[in-house]
């Protein structure tokens, strides 16, 4: 028997008020030692990535959140009760503390666009050497195109760095996204404590105000989804830095 | 690049722009985000983790990517489109 | 901890903007490098398993160039041996770019995102 698990939670939420899970399936509490999974009896070969069900799926995590401490699947994890059962022991330790990272807090995310800014070429006297080869030449300018992208790296980093100390005080924990060379520059997801909310929202109005050439995008509050996953397996793996 | 998720959220005047981006905004936190159960997760979901664990196999190198290709068009997946594909 | 409507965290979460079109226009681009995830036919699993490798040996690349660069800054290189190795790195940035044509992709195509690490370039 398969499930549509929305997501784990510390005790178990009473599901008043709550409709109906994705594919029309009630939801179900299944528990095992002490962690409540969230979940829907689901038999069909994929999940549809529409409208409705993501919709559904965020709504249901919401409501969860109002009544306990909890940690969001993924959209679309459909599992077997056997492997749902074994995740939950497995991880029990990681689950748990990662409970407790997120308890009391929400979610608040900042995307911000920028004109990505140009630089002139910095051009050299050996460039203009006609002895150079074709082969050299390649290499010289490709350098060029490296040292523009390092500036615009340093640049779309100041900006994270001065939203980091911004926020400082109120932020439990933050997961930040820099892309320099994209126009969508940063995406950052903040854990705030739910007290700390409105001073938070106080802040970042400032900082909207401070850097009027930023494009702000601000949401929430949203259930700790960038901050539920316990595997970070995939660093180690690919061994990037 | 196939058009039918597209469809679904850019569509017609039924979603007009907030709406829209309300959508993406919610599909960036619940589908690039999340708590993910390695090993069974449905297809339509598994491609993300197809990607991490297709890395790993794949950083071998190229011809064993070929390999992996080749194989994938005999295997039987479970629809009708493969069937139905001219020239196979 | 009791539902009540004063409960912030029952609210549905706002987004706010002064950029609406220019934000759905970026976090359109991530939703369009999502595989497609509803269909299971071989095509785009195959386009899928290409776009992987194109853009691990796209990867690989940048980072030949990046170290040819620094051993040419570093002195440590003859003239011969730069005019070589930009030969060389030139035919392969030829070779990937004939290979992404022969497979329809883009740059954008290539750039997938990797969770964790971020994105592969």
Known sequence: ?241 | MDSSFEQVIVGSDEFPGDAELSLLETLDHVLNRGLVIAGEITISVADVDLIFVGLNVLVSSVETAHEVLRERQQQSLPTSELAERPGD | MKQSPENPRSAEPEIETSHAEEFVEQLRCVTDTLPSRINVDSHSVEQGLAKLVLTLIEFIRRLLEKQAIRRMEGGDLSPEQIEDLGLALMKLEAKLLELKGQFGLEDEDLNIDLGPVGRLI
Request: charged share 25%; hydrophobic share 45%; net charge negative.
């Open chain 1, 1 to 241: 028997m398969k499930f549509y698990v929305y997501c784990v939670a510390e005790s178990r939420p009473s599901l008043e008020g709550i409709a109906v899970g994705i594919a029309e399936s009630d939801l179900e509490l299944l528990e095992f030692e002490g962690l409540v999974a969230v979940a829907s009896k689901f038999d069909d070969e994929s999940v549809q990535i529409n409208r409705a069900n993501v919709l559904r799926h965020e709504a249901i995590v919401r409501s969860v959140l109002t009544e306990t401490t909890l940690l969001p699947f993924r959209f679309g994890t459909v599992v077997g009760e056997a492997n749902l059962r074994s995740f939950l022991i497995a991880r029990r330790t990681a689950l748990l503390s990662r409970l407790a990272l997120v308890r009391n807090c929400i979610e608040m995310s900042i995307k911000i666009i920028w004109q990505i800014p140009s630089e002139p070429t910095v051009t050299q006297k050996h460039e203009r050497d006609a002895e150079v080869g074709a082969g050299a030449a390649f290499l010289l300018s490709k350098r060029q195109e490296i040292l523009g992208d390092e500036t615009l790296s340093v640049k779309a980093n100041e900006i994270a760095a001065w939203l980091g100390s911004r926020l400082d005080g109120f932020v439990r924990q933050a997961q930040i996204a820099v892309e320099p060379k994209q126009k969508l520059v940063l995406a950052g997801s903040y854990l705030i404590e739910q007290s700390l909310e409105s001073k938070y929202r106080e802040q970042v109005a400032k900082l909207k105000e401070e850097r009027p050439h930023l494009h702000f995008l601000t949401s929430g509050p949203w259930p700790p989804y960038t901050f539920a996953n316990i595997d970070l397996e995939f660093a180690t793996h690919f061994g990037v830095s």
